[in-house]
């Protein structure tokens, strides 16, 4: 092998090897900035709910909204969410954390406000159900 034969070789190389090191970092970069976006759902809080309240609102998860999406109540009023959706599994998650239903496709969550405010909440698998509950 003649030295520019030689040299050529080794600047291939070197050049394969940064190509293949910048490759790594940033694929590395970017399953981090996505990883990053994706929030783990936060434990389950059961039906805070005594047996035999009346919900004062129910709201309907079917066919990936809630209907309705956005409701006021009084403090100490409970809200039902009532599974309908056979095809998807859903579930009522609040951003605070205060709220946080199983996923399921059939069956009903039962939430009782006890606090002033407004309450964002979505389903954990699908972000764009997004509703919220004002309690004045």
């Not at 964002?120 to 919220?132: A, F, L, N």
């Amino acid at each position: 092998m003649s030295i520019d034969q030689a040299r050529i070789t080794a600047g291939l190389s070197r050049r394969n090897f940064v190509t293949g090191v910048l490759g790594v970092a940033a694929a590395t970069a970017g399953t981090l900035a996505l990883s990053g976006c994706v929030q783990p759902k936060p434990p389950v809080v059961p039906s805070n709910a005594p047996s035999g309240v009346k919900p004062v609102v129910q709201i309907s998860v079917i066919d990936n909204e809630y209907s309705p999406a956005e409701v006021t109540v009084r403090p100490g009023d409970a809200v039902e969410w009532i599974f309908e959706g056979h095809s998807a599994d859903h579930d009522v998650v609040a951003d605070d954390g205060s709220f946080v239903s199983e996923l399921m496709r059939e069956g009903s969550y039962v939430f009782v406000f006890e606090k002033a405010g407004t309450f964002g909440y979505d389903c954990s698998i699908h972000p764009e159900m997004r509703g919220t509950v004002t309690v004045a």
